[in-house]
């Protein structure tokens, strides 16, 4: 290796506008000599700055240092030159392998494989990345089922009541969800905005009907133009909000709130038991 | 026009369990007109009332309820009731605990539909 390494060397000086340069720089990259190879392939840049495989060398050596940033710049630039470069397809698949990017990844090992099929390292670069694709796959599946459960958890707070999980909802005073859901008319979810807006609400009531010397307040219904909500106080930290379309009499609405407040303190208590 | 606002909320007043009435400019809390039982703070109420019709009005927005018509408080000793007027104000009713809100309503929208 050595002598290859001199051979190299003597007929790159002989002749220094030869291709040489790249076999000697992929000969140092190959023993590690990173600097070096990393010398010879900027040298060999400044002559042949149009060159893909100079690109390659160099982004190589960059990726074995460490710099995959500028290795991804470096093969970014070889396909320019040849959109068909196999090592800087293979590269970029590689960068795109790194960044957990399985769709990019795929895409440039096909692209390289369609350029050398008999490559057979494209080729087990791609059953690689095919592999990890479906691992992250059946882990992204797996995260999605367990949010699912989640929510259906905070639903099961009002089981078996009326909207449980589009017009019932509880949240505490820092407009945190705890339980319920909420849902507009076009069956949006806007639970999180509503419990954003009305946490601290209940300081506003508190302080509302301390100030006007009302007593202290049991609940505030708000008509709109498309429907109600009425909101309660379960507990001292939470807050309890029923939303019901205008069909729904207001009188009813107080009934079905005052119930859905029972429920939702008898969660809270067994919570905490 | 003052004389106006005070004849409509004279009318609700004298709805049983009434304590008061008063017309509220929404955006910043101030007294546009009033007809107040005494003992009943004036000032406290429009601002307190704007404040949290401000705030429901936004939730309300948020949940897909669209702009809010009607708005109670009910509270131990008392209730507040609040219905948007023309103009950014806002009507607002201080009543007993016991007070027949629908009726108390009803007057709140007729004012209302007067002063536009």
Same mark, same amino acid.
């Given at each position: 290796?050595?002598?290859?390494?001199?051979?190299? =060397?003597?007929? @790159?000086?002989?002749? %220094?506008?030869?291709?040489?340069?790249?076999?000697?720089? +992929?000969?140092? *990259?190959?023993?590690?000599q990173?600097?070096?190879?990393?010398?010879?392939?900027? =040298?060999? @840049?400044?002559?042949?700055?149009?060159?893909?495989?100079?690109?390659?060398?160099?982004?190589?050596?960059?990726?074995?240092?460490?710099?995959?940033?500028?290795?991804?710049?470096?093969?970014?630039m070889?396909?320019?030159?040849?959109?068909?470069?196999?090592?800087?397809?293979?590269?970029?698949?590689?960068?795109?392998?790194?960044?957990?990017?399985?769709? &990019?990844?795929?895409?440039?090992?096909?692209?390289?494989?369609?350029?050398?099929p008999l490559?057979q390292?494209?080729? #087990?670069?791609? #059953? $690689?990345?095919?592999?990890?694709? +479906?691992?992250?796959e059946?882990?992204?599946?797996?995260?999605?089922? +367990?949010?699912?459960?989640?929510?259906?958890?905070?639903?099961?707070v009002?089981?078996?009541?009326?909207?449980?999980? &589009?017009?019932?909802?509880?949240v505490?005073?820092?407009?945190?969800?705890?339980?319920?859901?909420?849902?507009?008319?076009?069956?949006?979810?806007?639970?999180? %905005?509503?419990?954003?807006?009305?946490?601290?609400?209940?300081q506003?009531?508190?302080?509302?009907?301390? @100030?006007?010397e009302?007593?202290?307040?049991?609940?505030?219904?708000? +008509?709109? $133009?498309?429907?109600?909500?009425?909101?309660?106080?379960?507990?001292?930290?939470?807050?309890?909000?029923?939303?019901?379309?205008?069909?729904? %009499?207001?009188?009813?609405?107080?009934?079905?709130?005052?119930?859905a407040?029972?429920?939702?303190?008898?969660?809270?208590?067994?919570? &905490?038991? | 026009?003052?004389?106006?606002?005070?004849?409509?909320?004279?009318?609700?007043?004298?709805?049983?369990?009434?304590?008061?009435?008063?017309l509220?400019?929404?955006?910043?809390?101030?007294?546009?007109?009033?007809? @107040?039982?005494?003992?009943?703070?004036?000032?406290?109420?429009?601002?307190?009332?704007a404040?949290?019709?401000? *705030?429901?009005?936004r939730?309300?927005?948020?949940?897909?309820?669209?702009?809010?018509?009607?708005?109670?408080? &009910?509270?131990?000793?008392?209730?507040?009731?609040?219905?948007?007027?023309p103009?950014g104000?806002?009507?607002?009713?201080?009543?007993?605990?016991?007070?027949?809100?629908?009726?108390?309503?009803?007057?709140?929208?007729?004012?209302?539909?007067?002063?536009?």
């Amino acid at each position: 290796m050595a002598d290859e390494v001199k051979r190299l =060397t003597a007929e @790159l000086a002989r002749n %220094p506008g030869s291709l040489v340069f790249l076999a000697l720089g +992929e000969t140092l *990259r190959a023993r590690g000599q990173l600097d070096a190879a990393a010398r010879i392939a900027l =040298t060999g @840049l400044e002559r042949h700055p149009h060159l893909a495989d100079a690109h390659d060398l160099y982004a190589r050596v960059l990726a074995d240092a460490g710099d995959v940033e500028q290795a991804r710049d470096e093969w970014g630039m070889a396909l320019r030159f040849d959109p068909k470069h196999i090592g800087a397809l293979k590269g970029l698949g590689f960068v795109h392998f790194h960044a957990g990017d399985f769709d &990019q990844a795929l895409e440039h090992l096909e692209t390289a494989l369609a350029a050398d099929p008999l490559d057979q390292t494209v080729v #087990q670069a791609l #059953q $690689t990345v095919r592999a990890a694709a +479906e691992i992250a796959e059946a882990e992204a599946a797996a995260a999605a089922a +367990e949010t699912e459960d989640a929510v259906e958890g905070i639903a099961d707070v009002f089981a078996g009541l009326e909207g449980a999980r &589009q017009g019932l909802l509880l949240v505490d005073l820092r407009g945190r969800l705890l339980g319920g859901g909420m849902r507009d008319g076009t069956d949006r979810d806007v639970a999180e %905005p509503v419990a954003a807006y009305l946490a601290g609400a209940s300081q506003e009531a508190e302080r509302t009907a301390r @100030l006007l010397e009302l007593g202290t307040w049991s609940w505030i219904v708000a +008509e709109g $133009t498309e429907g109600s909500m009425h909101v309660s106080q379960p507990s001292d930290a939470t807050l309890l909000l029923v939303r019901r379309d205008r069909s729904v %009499p207001s009188g009813r609405l107080a009934v079905f709130a005052e119930h859905a407040t029972a429920v939702a303190r008898a969660w809270l208590e067994e919570q &905490q038991g | 026009m003052s004389l106006r606002f005070q004849r409509l909320l004279d009318v609700i007043t004298r709805v049983r369990g009434v304590q008061g009435a008063m017309l509220v400019a929404g955006e910043d809390g101030l007294v546009v007109a009033e007809s @107040l039982m005494e003992g009943v703070r004036g000032n406290a109420v429009a601002a307190l009332a704007a404040s949290l019709t401000k *705030r429901f009005g936004r939730a309300a927005e948020a949940g897909g309820l669209g702009p809010v018509s009607f708005l109670h408080l &009910q509270a131990t000793d008392g209730a507040l009731l609040v219905v948007p007027a023309p103009e950014g104000m806002v009507l607002v009713v201080v009543a007993d605990a016991d007070v027949n809100v629908g009726l108390a309503r009803l007057e709140m929208r007729r004012a209302v539909e007067e002063v536009a």
